[in-house]
């Protein structure tokens, strides 16, 4: 019976006494884990009451073991969703491992390709040896980003479309919700791209693209003859800048007098061949040398787009010796997507296989 009235006092203590509230971290470290400035923009959920507290950043690599340790200011967590304000971040006590990953951190602001554990811990007050009130640690292995390249309209290229498509190679690896932005400015006189990027008032400053390719905005003003223009992506993840393309230009300028398009569809397979996406419209057309007997053309089409569909029943195609243009017309074929992506592995009578990467677009009727 006294044991019973022991326990019971027990569990009437433990009931009075004050549960502590878990903080709790947001942190996204695909995106926010590639630079040392945005570390800080950790967000953490209090739901106490107003407190001062103190922050505690320890990033390690599975390798080469610590790679740097940030220990801010005090400030106040207020109830609710927190960030860290400036004035904490201001001062802060930064401190480097030994290793080369943090020699690069420390000289560039950038983490380089590894496998980190970004850990945070909140002190109660402003002393880092004081009562740690929570913590939590959160892995990733980086990778770096591709450079993001343009696909068309092609560098210094002449065309004569008013309203363009434009197409680039997506952000790679892939960031979940990932959005792009393309901005398109007229280059006047001999004004850099860049000078004129940066300038000049904005013909095309589309944001929220959720694909690697516009189509010219209904909206916009057509291009005008003769003038010359430049352009740009960038990726965005909500308000943080993730990768900028190269500056490409183009110039519109039409042909005055009718000209037979057909020998100038037929770009060299080589040329299609070294990684950029060719625009497919209605069909593909390529050219190669054959200095073998006359044959079938071996081929196959895969769809990434959607990598699990199946493409059947393509068209035969016959290749002779010499010079061959090759036509392969897809439209009105099966699984065949306007702006969808595609692979097509061709294997020559040689022997030797290629690869071409394209974009397949319904032809105009």
């Known amino acids: ?26 942190f996204m470290p695909e995106i926010q884990g590639r630079t040392l400035e945005n570390i800080y923009k950790v967000r953490m959920g209090n739901p106490a009451g107003r407190q001062t507290v103190n922050l505690v950043i320890n990033v390690t690599e599975a390798k080469s073991g610590a790679v740097v340790t940030i220990r801010t200011n005090a400030f106040e967590l207020m109830p609710g969703m927190n960030t860290v304000p400036p004035g904490a971040v201001y001062n802060s006590g930064v401190s480097f491992g030994a290793s080369k ?59 004569c479309d008013k309203r363009p498509t434009f197409s680039w190679q997506p952000l790679i690896p892939a960031i979940n919700g990932v959005m792009y932005r393309l901005l398109l400015v007229e280059v006047k006189g001999d004004q850099q791209r860049a000078e004129a990027l940066r300038m000049n008032l904005a013909i095309i400053n589309q944001r929220q693209i959720p ?42 300028e039409c042909e005055k007098a009718p000209v037979d398009p057909i020998p100038e569809a037929f770009r060299n397979l080589e040329d299609l061949t070294k990684g950029n996406f060719y625009i497919a419209r209605g069909q593909v057309l390529f050219a190669f040398n054959n200095t073998y007997a006359e044959t079938e053309l071996k081929y ?23 010079q061959n243009q090759v036509v392969i017309d897809l439209s009105g074929k099966s699984g065949f997507v306007d702006g969808s992506f595609y692979i097509m592995d061709v294997k020559l009578p040689s022997g030797e296989q290629k690869q071409l990467r394209f974009i397949y677009k319904q032809p105009e009727e």
């Not at 044991?3 to 006494?17: H, K, N, S, V």
């Not at 740690?132 to 640690?137: I, N």
Request: hydrophobic residues 40%; proline residues 5%; aromatic residues 12%.
């Open 300 to 322: 196959s089409i895969q769809c990434l787009t959607k990598p699990d569909q199946q493409l059947k029943k393509l068209p035969k195609v016959k290749v002779t010796r010499g």
């Open 211 to 252: 694909m690697p390719m516009l189509l010219y905005p209904s909206l916009a003003n057509e291009l005008a003859e003769g003038k010359k223009y430049a352009w740009q992506v960038s990726a965005y993840k909500n308000d943080l800048l993730l990768a900028e393309s190269e500056m490409w230009d183009f110039t519109v």
């Open 101 to 159: 990953i943090a020699t690069v951190v420390k000289q560039s602001g950038f983490f380089p390709e590894g496998d980190y554990d970004y850990c945070f811990q909140l002190y109660e007050g402003n002393n880092h040896n004081s009562t740690l009130l929570d913590e939590q640690c959160f892995s990733y292995n980086l990778q770096p980003f591709s450079a993001m390249q343009l696909i068309q309209p092609y560098d210094g290229d002449k065309l």
């Open 1 to 26: 019976m006294k044991g019973l009235r022991i326990l019971l006092t027990g569990l009437l203590l433990c009931a009075l006494m004050p549960l502590k509230a878990q903080i709790t971290f947001a």
